[in-house]
């Protein structure tokens, strides 16, 4: 069945560092990718999202590009800020129309 | 803007007791879910609806039944709770959109966080 795979963590940078958080995909056909973002007692937001293969999402300095090619969808941003300090969730559409999550990466961004 | 709002925040119950999660949106959405969150095992979806008055089976339904029998309610029921089903409970929603509304965003609740001792 379709499955997500991302890097474990936790992850920790220091504030202003490069960001990536790395998401693989095994499906049939094309789905839709997903990021979605928990902050600490909190439920899941959309971060960004991709529809189709070389589409690039993007959100609060936040970019992902869909690749077909290698099966990725892997997260950037270019300067992390203390504020993004949260778990982070790769995620496509199954083919019952529920979310597949991966395991999620925990991001601790210090000053 | 309440979006889709979760009750209770907290339980606790005993080995063997029932209780009732309830989930309410007010976005007009067709699609409902209930997911649980584990450590280290990310979200994995319990049931769904793809409207009032139908649900389906997900990843993982043993121990739990639902109801949808208000398009904007999804009810997620324990009837004898385990300890194994400790746990963070997420209900979601999303609309239909075009076609088979795939790439729609699940919009998510704050989550209901039970303890079985």
């Known amino acids: 069945g379709d499955s997500v795979t991302q890097m474990e963590g936790p992850v920790t940078l220091s504030e202003e560092a490069f960001l990536t958080i790395n998401c693989t995909y095994t499906?049939?056909?094309?789905?839709?990718l997903f990021w979605y973002v928990q902050y600490p007692g909190e439920g899941l937001q959309l971060l960004l999202k991709?529809?189709?293969?070389?589409d690039k999402g993007s959100n609060k300095g936040f970019e992902a590009t869909y690749r077909k090619e290698t099966t990725s969808f892997h997260l950037e941003k270019g300067s992390v800020q203390v504020s993004d300090s949260a778990v982070y969730f790769c995620?496509?559409?199954?083919?019952?129309?529920?979310?597949?999550f991966g395991k999620g990466t925990s991001l601790l961004v210090t000053p | 803007n309440a979006g889709v709002t979760q009750t209770p925040k907290f339980r606790v119950l005993k080995t063997g007791q029932s209780m009732t999660l309830l989930c309410a949106q007010d976005?007009?959405?067709?699609?409902m879910y209930w997911y649980r969150q584990d450590p280290g095992m990310g979200l994995r979806l319990i049931h769904y609806?793809?409207?009032?008055?139908?649900?389906a089976k997900g990843e993982v339904p043993d121990g739990y039944n639902v109801s949808r029998l208000k398009k904007q309610n999804f009810l997620l029921g324990l009837e004898s709770a385990a300890p194994s089903q400790t746990s963070v409970y997420f209900c979601?929603?999303?609309?239909?959109?075009?076609?088979?509304?795939?790439?729609?965003?699940?919009?998510f609740g704050d989550g209901t966080r039970l303890s079985i001792l």
């Open positions: 979601a929603s999303r609309s239909s959109g075009a076609g088979d509304g795939s790439n729609q965003p699940q919009h």
């Open positions: 499906a049939t056909g094309y789905p839709s």
């Open positions: 991709a529809t189709k293969a070389d």
């Open positions: 995620a496509l559409v199954d083919s019952g129309y529920a979310l597949n």
């Open positions: 976005m007009n959405h067709e699609y």
């Open positions: 609806s793809v409207g009032e008055g139908t649900t």
